[in-house]
Structure formats: structure tokens, C-alpha cells
């Protein structure tokens, strides 16, 4: 009888054990996930493929295709920290090239800076699950009419 309470004792111990393991190691999980900064998140928000081009808003006499097919692609580092930055088939905008990229906000209003892309580099972006809004200030040139001048540009592209 004994030797059946000692087993029973040590059965009890031992799920004990690897529940107070088990719970301990879901917490820490917990804890990694909540500790990202703004940043983060908003880089979170924003990484991923971004296309198809609408509801372009351009200043009077720059035609809308000054935005292309633009495909956007924004990555992140392991941390989720934001990384690769990849514009094609934009060239006015962006001149096909690849940088790096930062963000700062929140979601409803954040700045991305790129490094090593031009004429645009810096922008701001309003980012939902399906779509992402691209607005800038920027100086333009009508190559045809040599007419130039400054304004506000916005475009949608959705998530591929």
C-alpha cells in the first residue's frame, strides 16, 4: 500500500512538473510577442507585396500614369525590424531600384524613409489589412510640355 502511495505521489509530482513547465514557457512566448515597439508593429503592417495601382490623386496636368504598374515590396529582419525596400515598374516615382527602408507612426499614419532610392524618399502611408495609401510632396517636370511645378501625390495599392 506504501509503495502504491509513493507511486501515486510521484505520478502527481511529475504532472505537477511538466504542467508548471509548460505554463512558464507560455508565458515567456507571451511576453516576446507583446514586447515589439511601435515600429515593429507598423512594419509588421506594411511588409509584404503591394500593387495594383488606383484611386490615384496627382497635381493638375501630371497625368496618372506617372505611378505606372507600380509593385511595391517592403521586408522585414527576423526581429521585424523593416529591411529590403523593391519598387518596379514606377520609374518616375521611384526609378526601379531597391533600398533599404524605416517607419515611424502607427498604423493610421505612418513615415516611411527610404535610404538609397530616388527622386521620392520619404513618404506617408495609411496601412489596412487589404490596402495601403502612399501620399507625397513632391516636384515634377512635363517632359512633352517642359511645364514643371510642385504638388501632392496619392495612390492605393492593394496587398498581393
Known amino acids: 500500500m506504501a509503495k502504491k502511495l509513493n507511486l501515486k505521489f ?11 513547465l509548460g505554463m512558464s514557457s507560455c508565458k515567456k512566448e507571451l511576453l516576446q ?5 511601435p515600429g515593429q508593429l507598423v512594419a509588421g503592417r506594411i511588409y509584404g507585396t ?3 495601382p488606383k484611386d490615384i490623386v496627382t497635381p493638375k496636368n501630371v497625368p496618372a500614369d506617372v505611378f505606372g504598374a507600380m509593385r511595391l ?8 525590424n523593416p529591411s529590403k525596400f523593391m519598387a518596379q515598374d514606377c520609374p518616375v ?17 505612418a513615415k516611411v524613409t527610404l535610404t538609397s532610392v530616388e527622386p521620392v524618399n520619404d513618404f506617408d502611408v495609411k496601412v489596412s489589412s ?23 501625390f496619392s495612390v492605393t495599392l492593394t496587398r498581393q
Open 73 to 80: 515590396v517592403f521586408t522585414t529582419d527576423e526581429a521585424g
Open 33 to 37: 510577442q507583446g514586447g515589439l515597439n
Open 93 to 109: 516615382i521611384f526609378g526601379n531600384t531597391t533600398g533599404t527602408w524605416g517607419v515611424s507612426g502607427d498604423e493610421n499614419k
Open 10 to 20: 510521484a505520478f502527481t509530482m511529475l504532472v505537477a512538473l511538466i504542467g508548471t
Open 130 to 152: 487589404t490596402s495601403l495609401i502612399l501620399s507625397f510632396y513632391m516636384g515634377w517636370e512635363n517632359t512633352d510640355t517642359k511645364e514643371t511645378g510642385k504638388g501632392n
Open 50 to 52: 503591394w500593387a495594383n
